[in-house]
Nanobody
Framework: HVQLVESGGGAVEAGGSLRLSCVASGYIDGYRFEDRCMGWFRQAPGARCEMVGTFSNNGVTYVDDSVKGRFTISQGSAKNIVYLQMNSLKPEDTGVYYC????????????????????WGHGTQVTVS
């Protein structure tokens, strides 16, 4: 059974740090989770989903300009894990953070971030005050 599970969210004061983890497991159409792009996305209250950063199977990373210099996306030594290190957090970083993967298949088309990737975890709340 394919799963994406996020953890590490919570409440933190401005300027603090959090480290989010996404653990993937299983297969879709015979492909391992590590064979495809994975990334972090977020949705602030009342706002659209936006890209935070992605990690591709060739090792290329991307982070959005809104978090560049503060957030870092990386892959763990266990390649089924993707991290999002968040430093210098600001109140505008508040939102639900989702781990996504671009695996083959129908995915979750009703997910608020479905325009970016296909498969998603349930999300983890980050609140900065």
């Amino acid at each position: 059974h394919v799963q994406l599970v996020e953890s590490g969210g919570g409440a933190v004061e401005a300027g603090g740090s959090l480290r989010l983890s996404c653990v993937a497991s299983g297969y879709i159409d015979g492909y391992r989770f590590e064979d495809r792009c994975m990334g972090w996305f977020r949705q602030a209250p009342g706002a659209r989903c936006e890209m935070v950063g992605t990690f591709s199977n060739n090792g290329v990373t991307y982070v959005d300009d809104s978090v560049k210099g503060r957030f870092t996306i990386s892959q763990g030594s266990a390649k089924n894990i993707v991290y999002l290190q968040m430093n210098s957090l600001k109140p505008e970083d508040t939102g639900v953070y989702y781990c996504g993967a671009d695996w083959d298949g129908p995915g979750d088309p009703d997910h608020p971030c479905s325009s970016f990737l296909r498969y998603w975890g349930h999300g983890t709340q980050v609140t900065v005050s």
